[in-house]
């Protein structure tokens, strides 16, 4: 049976790079979402410019609140999760 990181098989070492590559992935995960997030808000915007310049169609008004409610739903997450990874950074004890 092949022991893994904090089962007593491998060594801090190895544990605390299997930390730092967590982390990374999950900050590559927030920057993912926080670009998403901020792209679906520019669409919203753009599309209410749009809207608003040449009279708000009902595939306008469609575009707006769905790039709005799918701006909230990537955006919040993705920020507080940018946050999450940089305060555990700042705290590991063993940093490089």
Known sequence: MA????AGGGSTGETVDSVRAQRARWARVALA?????Y?????AIVAFAAGA????????????TVSLLATTVTLAP??????????AEREDP???
């Open 33 to 37: 979402g926080k670009r998403l997030g």
């Open 39 to 43: 792209a679906l808000m520019l669409a």
């Open 78 to 87: 993705a920020i507080v999760l940018a946050y999450a990874v940089k305060k």
């Open 3 to 6: 022991a893994g990181p904090g």
């Open 53 to 64: 310049a040449r009279g708000f169609t009902t595939t306008i008004t469609t575009v707006v």
């Open 94 to 96: 063993v940093r490089r």
